[in-house]
């Protein structure tokens, strides 16, 4: 069974830019989170989609977005990249349902490394 | 709000030395603690898990027991190999948000032949 597929892996972008990075669950996870990974701040919650809907948002400015598509599937953009933004990007998935709690076993993709110059 | 502490590293250590990581949390209610692991250049790996005080969550010979009164979850292996270096992270999720993870800052382990 394929894992959490993140691509690109690398990514180089100049800040005003913006960008798109995709996720792949494992097949019949529908439940998708996005983590920013800094060494200063650590691992930090972005999002969490669960059937196409965001269930829950971290303190992000608002040119964090994202999206799930129908079949799981996950995008995030970042809108007027700043240097602030270079970090790794991780993108989790689960096949647990919204709401049961108890046994949140997150699988986690590689990560994209963003990098703005 | 909650939060994770947990110590700072780098933690070096001789192959077969014990190992201790501490992790301390504050939330409110009853969270789900979790310890995850990550090898250079890969993703989060789930090492353990405990849900409620006094459970012991073990795996691959590491272990760590939900304190409650003490608000902690230590991370313990008895005899650390050298395929056991990379970074672990302390979390906990206090179920309002189900994949809502709330991060340690990490400590990475270093392992000695």
């Known amino acids: 069974k394929a894992g959490v597929t993140q691509t690109p892996r690398y990514l180089i972008k100049t800040r005003g830019q913006q960008v798109t990075l995709s996720c792949s669950p494992i097949?019949?996870?529908?439940?998708v989170s996005w983590y920013q990974q800094t060494p200063g701040q650590g691992l930090q919650f972005l999002f969490e989609?669960?059937?196409?809907?965001?269930?829950n948002k971290g303190n992000f400015p608002g040119r964090f977005s994202g999206r799930q598509f129908s079949n799981s599937r996950s995008e995030m953009n970042v809108s007027t990249l700043e240097l602030g933004d270079s970090a790794l990007y991780l993108c989790?998935?689960?096949?647990?349902?919204?709401?049961?709690?108890?046994?949140?076993?997150?699988?986690f993709g590689s990560g994209t490394q963003l990098s703005v110059l | 709000g909650n939060s994770v502490t947990q110590m700072e590293g780098p933690v070096t250590l001789s192959e077969e030395a014990f190992l201790t990581i501490n992790c301390t949390y504050t939330?409110?209610?009853?969270?789900?603690l979790f310890w995850y692991v990550q090898y250079p250049g890969e993703g989060l790996q789930l090492l353990l898990k405990?849900?409620?005080?006094?459970d012991k969550g073990s795996n691959k010979g590491f272990e760590a027991t939900y304190r409650k009164e003490t608000t902690s979850f230590h991370l313990e292996k008895g005899s650390v190999q050298v395929s056991d270096s990379a970074v672990y992270f302390c979390?906990?999720?206090?179920?309002?948000?189900?994949?809502?993870?709330?991060f340690g800052t990490g400590t990475r382990l270093l392992v000695s032949p």
């Open positions: 979390a906990l999720s206090d179920g309002t948000g189900f994949q809502k993870l709330v």
């Open positions: 989609y669960f059937s196409e809907t965001q269930r």
């Open positions: 405990a849900t409620k005080a006094d």
């Open positions: 989790a998935s689960s096949s647990l349902s919204y709401r049961v709690r108890g046994d949140e076993k997150l699988f």
């Open positions: 097949s019949g996870h529908r439940s």
């Open positions: 939330a409110t209610g009853y969270p789900s």
